[in-house]
């Protein structure tokens, strides 16, 4: 059926399949021994939407850092992505 197909844009007479809201962008979400990140795994996110990672050590444990997309910054207990506009990663360190 018509109703089933993805947007398409047609532009300068070329004909593409739009990206906007029908395939979400993956932020992957990972964090080492000590603790946990949820959500976790590979979450889908919408183009232009936003998603929140909460960062909880285990008992004992703290957080030591969190990477973003290979860039280390401080220890966060939590991140927001804002305006999702491509893959990110986020992966929580613990001491």
Do not use: C, W
């Amino acid at each position: 059926a018509a109703g089933d197909l993805p947007p398409v844009a047609v532009t300068n007479g070329l004909v593409r399949a739009s990206a906007s809201s029908t395939t979400p962008h993956i932020i992957r979400a990972v964090s080492g021994p000590g603790g946990s990140i949820f959500p976790s795994g590979d979450v889908p996110v919408l183009n232009g939407e936003s998603m929140a990672f909460i960062i909880e050590p285990d008992e004992g444990h703290t957080v030591s850092y969190l990477v973003i997309d290979g860039i280390q910054t401080g220890p966060m207990s939590e991140y927001l992505f804002i305006d999702v506009t491509m893959d990110h990663t986020i992966v929580a360190g613990f001491a």
